[in-house]
Structure formats: C-alpha cells, structure tokens
C-alpha cells in the first residue's frame, strides 16, 4: 500500500465518512480524485501514513449551529489500543509513528455537518459550507506542493 493516494509533493489526502449517510459523506466528497477515501480508518493505514510527506483528513464534523469549517494541526497522541473498528486520526498517527519510526506532519479539515440521515445528498447548511472547505483544501494542497526548505 506505499505510496496509495500519494499527490502533490507527497501529501496524503484522506476522507472519511460514508457518501450514503448525507452530510457525513463531506469527506468522500471533497478529496475524490485526490487522495484515499474511507468509510473508517483502520491499523492497516499506517504504512500509507508513514510514507506520506504531509497528511490531511478531511471529515464531518457534528457542530454546533453557527460553526464554521476548521483546518487545524494534528498531533498523534494516545497510546494505540486494541480497538480496530474505529481509530482516531490521532491515534492513527500514533501507530504510524509506533511502527514505521515517521512522526507525519498532518492537518485536519472538519467541515460541521448537520444532517446524517440516509442518501446522498447534503444539507442546506452543509451546503453553504463547502465554498469554505474548499478554500481551506486548496490552501493546504498549495502549501503541500511549496517546496520546503
């Protein structure tokens, strides 16, 4: 799985949600074509997150009214536990770091979300979030590509 969903100056870009639950298919959305996309994440992602350069996730996010999206650092923390069906990003970079010696620098895109009932549609509110997420996407894909000194 090296180099899965590697781009632009080897950032790794996953969504995460799922595309049949409204607004938690934000994540799907905004990175098809771009990079992996992935209904949870799991252990067997770590090889993928330790090859990257730079690492974004890009998620839904349950907010509170009047939430805007929000790109922000992350760092691994937590100790990894034995639970497999749903890993953290934090937590993702924690065994990444445990197993392959890499601390990534990583970033992650919550946009808020508000409607997870069945279908593949976005709400109205998350709608209106996306011009936003966008943005905040292209910005971090720029600064991915920027060579670094």
Do not use: K
Request: with cysteine.
């Amino acid at each position: 799985m090296s180099g899965a969903g590697l781009g632009t100056g080897g950032a790794l870009l996953i969504g995460i949600g799922n595309p049949l639950r409204g607004d938690d298919g934000v994540g799907w959305h905004l990175v098809e074509g771009l990079g992996l996309q992935r209904h949870q994440l799991t252990p067997e992602l770590a090889e993928a997150v330790a090859a990257a350069e730079r690492l974004l996730f890009v998620d839904a996010w349950l907010a509170p009214p009047g939430s805007r999206c929000l790109l922000r650092p992350l760092v691994a923390s937590g100790g990894w536990e034995r639970d497999t069906h749903r890993v953290a990003p934090a937590r993702l970079l924690a065994l990444a770091e445990q197993l392959f010696d890499r601390c990534v620098p990583a970033h992650e895109l919550l946009v808020p979300a508000f409607d997870f009932s069945w279908g593949e549609r976005f709400s109205p509110e998350l709608q209106r979030q996306l011009p936003r997420a966008r943005r905040l996407l292209r910005g971090w894909l720029r600064e991915a590509a920027a060579p670094h000194a």
